[in-house]
């Protein structure tokens, strides 16, 4: 694992390579950033603070990296990484809770990925509500959940009234719906013995 980081490390910090191996530096780029994100564990969506725990460190590893990539390549968009990888980069972002200035610039530079159409409307909008509940404010569009009486419900959401239609100029669905699903999934699934405590949810089922 250290002869693989080693190589992540010292294939990040070279010069942009030519023109002509462009192609080659993004494959390579794609690769280091999934890398990055496998390596962190799954949260659990039914047992989230020892997950959390666990992920934090990882984050706290690989976060020199991450801050790298970001530092000296803006934010890697689909024409640089690829869909899979720009919002899997995203997600490694979103996970460095503990560097909200790195946040906040990130937050920037996807911005103008977003305008124009080369990254993740939904990112963006879940890590402008990370960013603002961190640093004490409300959230706009309702994506950050927590456990309340049993079930699932957004934390400190501003203007709750308009929220359907904020989350519907970022592609998100109403909020209703999206707290519906994934609370039958709670329901459902909590007391299942073969989960373990490791549950992923997919965004495509519940529209996040």
């Not at 780029?29 to 496998?38: E, M, N, P, Y």
């Not at 969506?45 to 990882?58: C, I, L, N, S």
């Not at 490694?92 to 993740?120: G, R």
Request: hydrophobic share 40%; with cysteine; glycine share 6%.
């Amino acid at each position: 694992m250290k002869c693989r980081s080693l190589v992540i490390i010292v294939f990040v910090l070279t010069p942009k390579f030519c023109l002509g191996q462009q192609a080659l530096f993004n494959k390579r780029l794609s690769f280091v950033i999934d890398s990055l994100k496998k390596e962190e564990p799954v949260r659990s969506a039914f047992d989230m603070a020892p997950t959390e725990r666990a992920a934090r460190k990882v984050a706290k590893k690989n976060f020199p990296l991450i801050k790298k990539i970001l530092e000296k390549y803006g934010f890697p968009g689909y024409d640089m990484v690829g869909q899979k990888s720009s919002d899997n980069y995203c997600l490694l972002v979103m996970h460095s809770e503990f560097a909200l200035d790195f946040q906040k610039k990130a937050l920037d530079l996807l911005a103008i990925q977003v305008k124009n159409s080369n990254a993740n409307s939904r990112s963006l909008a879940s890590l402008s509500d990370i960013i603002n509940i961190n640093d004490g404010r409300e959230q706009l569009y309702g994506t950050q959940l927590e456990v309340k009486d049993g079930a699932y419900r957004p934390k400190h959401l501003a203007d709750p009234k308009n929220v359907d239609e904020r989350r519907k100029t970022v592609g998100l669905g109403s909020l209703a719906g999206y707290l519906h699903d994934l609370n039958a999934f709670y329901n459902t699934y909590k007391n299942g013995p073969w989960l373990n405590g490791q549950i992923s949810i997919k965004k495509d089922t519940l529209n996040h």
